[in-house]
């Protein structure tokens, strides 16, 4: 997070500076990404793409705090997420195994391979197994660092069907991490 330093930071991103705006990204999009992935897998770097696209057209209209500014990131990719979701469902797209084989690339994406080798595909693994709702409000509440309102009004439950949702979700959670052998 960045901090007291967020107001002085995003008034300077909001006036143009590429370095508080590169600030205020390096904080948030690495949760940004984690969320997306259990939210939309298979399309997280294409959706925060359009998130920041959709942010850096109208950063001059937020007001807020750094608590505000996280929530209204994190529902601009939710609202991204579904948008992608719907998009996907009108337009199916083929199976690798339909392809023919000279369309197929021969040598596999380096950010795939980076990916693979990041320690925290397998926390996210386990946070995708989860149900969708508790995933959601394990990853708002604990990556995302939003806070039980902002998430009931972001997800349009109540503060208590989100405490109840990340309880859940943490204890089922923990019985994932204990049979999948993980120490902590």
Avoid: C, K
Avoid at 61 to 74: H, K, M
Wanted: glycine share 6%; proline share 4%; aromatic share 6%.
């Amino acid at each position: 997070m960045v901090g007291d330093e967020f107001a002085a930071v995003m008034s300077a991103a909001q006036g143009g500076s590429e370095e508080a705006f590169s600030a205020l990204w390096h904080d948030v999009n690495p949760a940004l990404l984690r969320y997306l992935r259990v939210i939309a897998p298979g399309m997280a770097e294409d959706v925060a793409a359009e998130t920041w696209s959709h942010v850096v057209r109208r950063l001059t209209s937020f007001r807020g705090d750094e608590a505000a500014w996280r929530a209204w990131l994190f529902t601009t990719a939710r609202r991204r997420a579904i948008d992608a979701a719907r998009r996907a469902a009108r337009w199916a797209a083929a199976p690798l195994e339909e392809m023919a084989a000279e369309l197929i690339p021969a040598a596999p994406d380096a950010a795939d391979v980076a990916l693979e080798n990041i320690d925290t595909e397998a926390a996210i693994a386990l946070v995708s197994a989860l149900p969708r709702l508790q995933a959601e409000v394990i990853l708002l509440r604990v990556v995302a660092g939003l806070d039980t309102d902002v998430v009931a009004r972001l997800l349009g439950r109540s503060p208590g069907a989100i405490r109840v949702a990340a309880h859940r979700g943490l204890r089922r959670l923990g019985g994932n991490v204990s049979r999948a052998g993980v120490t902590l």
